[in-house]
């Protein structure tokens, strides 16, 4: 039989016991909530200025650019690859960062290194190299000495136009691989035509762009918002002669970097110009993203929507870094709150997946890179899983936007 003393012992343990497993219940809630965005990005910001010096203390790059590490070496390119500006505009974004003079110089020296490419015709990647490097150049610190550059790089690239076909030509291949290639890529290049135009530049240069960006709308894209990576011009007729995927799976697949270049196109193209019809395309591109049922849960795509489901497709963490800051970018643009909060709620869940050591790379590791899990060309064969200077850029561009929010 229990007597008084021995029930309220009873009652004394179970209230202790309740109060251990509230206690235990409460820390594990804390321990599983996650950080505020604000530390997440203060903390990765400065992860990354520590991972980008360490790459600057052990190798010097002289007249080259970083562009991989693969095999425990550095990958390096000349002024003349279209990826040679994210390196110095990755030190820009640093500088804005953290206000260090030291990012600035550096940033300086080799965006200098390209001064050459204002007067190159031989790529219509001219507004990719330009506008990371002598673009955010001009931006943060005003340089008289950059604006003439930038506006020479927009002459340059104008002279790939064709006014049969109302576009930019992108590569220059033998005439047995593509007669007139025009590639969803190339609407990023744009930018540099509408700022040159905004800028003392020929204001032919912004008819040029809105024709270029009013042809790929009407040829690239799928009913669903996807895109189609390529398509081939007869540069006679200005008829299409094929649509074709040159890095994704199949010429019916959706190369999922070539869906974050869309994205990010046309709300740069809206930002740009007001014209609601690149806003609404926007806006399906981001529906397709958002609305993918292969969007993994961490939001960093696979490297093509359709590649097979097994084995698991490798990522792409460029893809997921371009998407992230172009939706952010957008979030501010629409006017669709409740479609803001969905596109700024998927930047963030893709900006913390990538501030995750799922994806950040610990400092001394990967190069000095900060992303890991990019894929550059994965039919070729060609930067399969590996760092890619552009992935930093837009990574870092992302977290920067987002601090701005």
């Given at each position: 039989?229990?007597?008084?003393?021995?029930?309220?012992?009873?009652?004394?343990?179970?209230?202790?016991?309740?109060?251990?497993?509230?206690?235990?219940?409460?820390?594990?809630?804390?321990?599983?909530?996650?950080?505020?965005?604000?530390?997440?990005?203060?903390?990765?910001?400065?992860?990354?200025?520590?991972?980008?010096?360490?790459?600057?203390?052990?190798?010097?790059?002289?007249?080259?650019?970083?562009?991989?590490?693969?095999?425990?070496?550095?990958?390096?390119?000349?002024?003349?690859?279209?990826?040679?500006?994210?390196?110095?505009?990755?030190?820009?974004?640093?500088?804005?960062?953290?206000?260090?003079?030291?990012?600035?110089?550096?940033?300086?020296?080799?965006?200098?290194q390209l001064e050459q490419i204002q007067s190159y015709q031989g790529s219509h990647d001219v507004g990719f190299i330009l506008m990371s490097s002598y673009g955010q150049g001009y931006r943060l610190t005003k340089n008289p000495a950059y604006l003439p550059v930038i506006l020479n790089g927009a002459v340059a690239l104008s002279s790939r136009y064709n006014a049969k076909i109302a576009s930019l030509k992108s590569w220059d291949r033998p005439a047995t691989a593509f007669t007139f290639p025009v590639i969803i890529?190339?609407?990023?290049?744009?930018?540099?035509?509408?700022?040159?135009?905004?800028?003392?530049?020929?204001?032919?240069?912004?008819?040029?762009?809105?024709?270029?960006?009013?042809?790929?709308?009407?040829?690239?894209?799928?009913?669903?918002?996807?895109?189609?990576?390529?398509?081939?011009?007869?540069?006679?007729?200005?008829?299409?002669?094929?649509?074709i995927t040159h890095q994704g799976l199949s010429h019916d697949s959706s190369w999922a970097r070539g869906q974050a270049w869309a994205l990010y196109g046309y709300t740069m193209l809206y930002r740009e110009t007001r014209e609601a019809r690149y806003l609404t395309q926007a806006e399906k591109i981001a529906a397709f993203i958002m609305n993918h049922p292969r969007l993994p849960a961490d939001k960093i795509p696979y490297w093509d929507f359709d590649a097979p489901r097994a084995p698991e497709p490798i990522r792409d963490a460029s893809a997921g870094a371009?998407?992230?800051?172009?939706?952010?970018?957008?979030?501010?643009?629409?006017?669709n709150k409740q479609a803001a909060g969905a596109y700024a709620a998927l930047a963030e869940t893709q900006l913390r997946s990538l501030a995750s050591p799922a994806y950040l790379a610990a400092v001394g590791t990967n190069g000095g890179f900060l992303l890991q899990h990019g894929t550059g060309n994965y039919p070729r064969k060609s930067e399969i899983d590996t760092p890619l200077n552009y992935a930093d850029y837009y990574f870092l561009e992302a977290l920067l936007r987002a601090q701005r929010r």
């Open positions: 039989m229990i007597n008084h003393r021995s029930f309220s012992l009873i009652k004394i343990g179970l209230a202790l016991t309740l109060s251990l497993v509230l206690a235990q219940a409460s820390t594990l809630t804390a321990e599983s909530a996650p950080a505020p965005l604000a530390k997440v990005i203060q903390q990765t910001l400065a992860t990354a200025a520590q991972q980008y010096q360490w790459m600057l203390d052990h190798q010097s790059f002289e007249d080259k650019f970083p562009r991989t590490f693969e095999n425990n070496q550095f990958v390096t390119v000349a002024p003349k690859d279209w990826t040679s500006g994210f390196f110095p505009g990755s030190l820009w974004y640093l500088y804005e960062a953290t206000g260090e003079v030291k990012w600035r110089d550096v940033a300086a020296r080799f965006t200098a890529d190339n609407l990023m290049n744009l930018e540099l035509l509408l700022w040159a135009a905004r800028h003392g530049g020929d204001p032919a240069a912004q008819t040029i762009a809105l024709a270029h960006a009013d042809t790929t709308l009407k040829n690239h894209f799928r009913p669903d918002g996807s895109s189609v990576h390529v398509v081939d011009y007869d540069p006679v007729t200005g008829q299409i002669i094929r649509r371009i998407m992230s800051s172009a939706f952010f970018e957008l979030a501010g643009l629409t006017a």
